[in-house]
């Protein structure tokens, strides 16, 4: 029986309520007029339900769809200006006991090279993000009771906000590990990190225990009620995510959206993020063998009407995707993208050799972070390095109410010129800083408040003075 407020998966995640919704949708695919009434609600910026959000995907009237990704790039345009953060992942060890087959690190790959990072090690990687210019990191490691304990983890990001080199500090981090107990969600909020990430993968629970056969993991109650109990361990920014390419995209984004209302109606906030990974080639994994791999254009509309039915999330687009999947999807709702990525353990430092190769993905856009800042800026996006939210404690509900006031926006504009500005001070090719230095000039008139500018310029000249870390 379909229950938002429930805590039991298989009623917040209700089989029944999603076919009923797919068939709901189906039947609505061309019913202009309540197309019309959604995109009207749409409007209004509160967001949408799971089952109106499934009728605008399903839309098939071609000047309805036109204004599905208008008004996503609208909503995105009010809530998130023209600023996209900017994080790197960091793989700590690629040991795992699951049997994910979509994943090459499953136990049974005999053949990947298996490799964890020592604490010595992780300082140079993270040494090395930070050389790029990396304040903000994504840390990722497979499930591994005795290899990737709680305890290694913990130590890792204690390691990782402890250094200091050059001008460089990680500021956040952000954890994308296994399901566990609300004891350990309760020590990772007690090391300091930003986000808690995990991926449902599918929320078809059939589909679900078949790509699941062995390992933890393969439990599909205890993975898909991991946010609850995170929530409940302390952390209050949790992010979602499926892998497109397992189920049918409209029966993921049916569930994802029923996953952010849950949060919602339980704990008053909904997901902090939501990523949008897609299927994408691996050491021996080929994304043939899945049959619901989804195109381009279906992923553009996914990502849209995501923006439309959830304004407040931030959405996150890694390097899986092309560039030019990328630019596409930035326009409709992304706001957070990784640059210069390495999805292998370690690699930071010295790349790995092909043959070598611990990788969990194949990269598509193997550009420098240098070079995706600077594309960024050519599209007249602003980098930002911004981590002021979670160091200020703007987390959970109070980040969320600042957000539904709009009030967020005051503080995001400055600090993602002050850290953009730090990013060319610091790290930048010459023809990446002149083009930053032009843009940051221009967007200083977008500061609504004269006295908030003033105290930008005087903040952006002690920063070309060689001090750091302002923010509002
Ligand atoms: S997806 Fe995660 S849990 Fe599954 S095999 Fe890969 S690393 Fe392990
Ligand atoms: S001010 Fe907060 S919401 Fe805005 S970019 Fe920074 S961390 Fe994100």
Same mark, same amino acid.
Request: with cysteine; hydrophobic share 35%; net charge negative.
């Given at each position: 029986?379909?229950?938002?407020?429930?805590?039991?998966?298989?009623? =917040?995640?209700?089989?029944?309520?999603?076919?009923?919704?797919?068939?709901?949708?189906?039947?609505?695919?061309?019913?202009?007029? &309540?197309?019309?009434?959604?995109?009207?609600?749409?409007?209004?910026?509160?967001?949408?339900?799971?089952?109106?959000?499934? +009728?605008?995907?399903?839309?098939?009237?071609?000047?309805?769809?036109? $204004?599905?990704?208008?008004?996503?790039?609208?909503?995105?345009?009010?809530?998130?200006?023209?600023?996209?953060?900017?994080?790197?992942?960091? %793989?700590?060890?690629?040991?795992?006991?699951?049997?994910?087959?979509?994943?090459?690190?499953?136990?049974?790959?005999?053949?990947?090279?298996?490799?964890?990072?020592?604490?010595?090690?992780?300082?140079?990687?993270?040494?090395?993000?930070?050389?790029?210019?990396?304040?903000?990191?994504? &840390?990722?490691?497979?499930?591994?009771?005795?290899?990737?304990?709680?305890?290694?983890? &913990?130590?890792?990001?204690?390691?990782?906000?402890?250094?200091?080199?050059?001008?460089?500090?990680?500021?956040?981090?952000?954890?994308?590990?296994?399901?566990?107990?609300?004891?350990?969600?309760? @020590?990772? @909020?007690?090391?300091?990190?930003?986000?808690?990430?995990? =991926?449902?993968?599918?929320?078809?629970?059939?589909?679900?225990?078949?790509?699941?056969?062995?390992?933890?993991?393969?439990?599909?109650? %205890?993975?898909?009620?991991?946010?609850?109990?995170?929530?409940?361990?302390?952390?209050?920014?949790?992010?979602?995510?499926? &892998?497109?390419?397992?189920?049918?995209?409209?029966?993921?984004?049916?569930?994802?959206?029923?996953?952010?209302?849950?949060?919602?109606?339980?704990?008053?906030?909904?997901?902090?993020?939501?990523?949008?990974?897609?299927?994408?080639?691996?050491? /021996?994994? /080929?994304?043939?063998?899945?049959?619901?791999?989804?195109?381009?254009?279906?992923?553009?509309?996914?990502?849209?009407?995501?923006?439309?039915?959830?304004? %407040?999330?931030?959405?996150?687009?890694?390097?899986?995707?092309?560039?030019?999947?990328?630019?596409?999807?930035?326009?409709? !709702?992304?706001?957070?993208?990784?640059? !210069?990525?390495?999805?292998?353990?370690?690699?930071?430092?010295?790349?790995?050799?092909?043959?070598?190769?611990?990788?969990?993905?194949? +990269?598509?856009?193997?550009?420098?972070?240098?070079?995706?800042?600077?594309?960024?800026?050519?599209?007249? %996006?602003?980098?930002? =390095?911004?981590?002021?939210?979670?160091?200020?404690?703007?987390?959970?509900?109070?980040?969320?109410?600042?957000?539904?006031?709009?009030?967020?926006?005051?503080?995001?504009?400055?600090?993602?010129?002050?850290?953009?500005?730090?990013?060319?001070?610091?790290?930048?090719?010459?023809?990446?800083?002149?083009?930053?230095?032009?843009?940051?000039?221009?967007?200083?008139?977008?500061?609504?408040?004269?006295?908030?500018?003033?105290?930008?310029?005087?903040?952006?000249?002690?920063?070309?003075?060689? $001090?750091?870390? =302002?923010?509002?």
């Amino acid at each position: 029986m379909y229950d938002p407020k429930s805590m039991k998966a298989d009623e =917040f995640i209700d089989h029944g309520e999603i076919m009923e919704t797919l068939a709901y949708a189906d039947q609505h695919k061309k019913d202009a007029a &309540l197309i019309d009434s959604i995109l009207e609600k749409a409007k209004l910026r509160k967001g949408l339900t799971h089952r109106e959000a499934s +009728v605008l995907l399903a839309c098939e009237l071609e000047d309805k769809n036109q $204004e599905i990704f208008k008004l996503a790039e609208q909503i995105k345009k009010d809530f998130y200006g023209n600023r996209i953060v900017m994080f790197a992942p960091l %793989y700590l060890s690629n040991y795992c006991v699951n049997g994910c087959t979509y994943c090459p690190y499953h136990a049974k790959n005999k053949h990947i090279p298996r490799k964890k990072l020592t604490q010595d090690e992780i300082r140079a990687e993270v040494i090395a993000l930070q050389d790029m210019g990396h304040k903000r990191l994504a &840390l990722e490691a497979g499930e591994h009771p005795t290899m990737n304990p709680i305890e290694y983890i &913990l130590e890792s990001i204690e390691t990782i906000y402890s250094i200091k080199h050059k001008n460089g500090a990680i500021r956040r981090v952000n954890v994308n590990i296994a399901a566990t107990t609300v004891e350990n969600y309760r @020590k990772l @909020k007690e090391a300091g990190i930003g986000t808690y990430i995990l =991926f449902q993968e599918t929320y078809h629970r059939a589909t679900y225990e078949q790509l699941h056969p062995t390992g933890p993991k393969s439990d599909y109650a %205890y993975h898909t009620e991991a946010h609850d109990r995170a929530m409940q361990g302390g952390i209050d920014d949790v992010g979602l995510g499926v &892998l497109f390419g397992l189920e049918l995209y409209r029966y993921e984004f049916a569930g994802l959206l029923m996953h952010a209302e849950h949060l919602e109606a339980v704990f008053g906030v909904g997901p902090h993020t939501i990523s949008v990974p897609r299927l994408c080639p691996a050491d /021996d994994i /080929d994304p043939g063998e899945f049959d619901n791999g989804i195109s381009d254009d279906i992923f553009a509309k996914i990502v849209a009407c995501i923006r439309v039915s959830v304004p %407040y999330t931030g959405m996150i687009i890694s390097t899986r995707e092309s560039p030019k999947v990328r630019e596409r999807v930035l326009h409709l !709702g992304v706001s957070q993208i990784s640059g !210069g990525s390495r999805t292998s353990v370690g690699g930071y430092v010295e790349p790995e050799k092909e043959e070598e190769s611990s990788a969990q993905f194949d +990269v598509s856009d193997r550009r420098t972070l240098d070079e995706v800042v600077r594309w960024l800026m050519e599209m007249d %996006y602003i980098p930002s =390095f911004c981590t002021a939210c979670y160091r200020e404690g703007r987390t959970g509900d109070r980040f969320m109410s600042l957000c539904k006031s709009g009030q967020i926006s005051n503080c995001c504009l400055p600090n993602a010129l002050m850290t953009l500005k730090e990013y060319l001070m610091d790290y930048a090719a010459p023809e990446t800083r002149r083009i930053g230095e032009e843009l940051i000039a221009k967007n200083m008139n977008d500061i609504p408040k004269e006295k908030v500018r003033k105290i930008v310029e005087e903040r952006l000249d002690k920063i070309a003075y060689g $001090e750091r870390d =302002f923010r509002f």
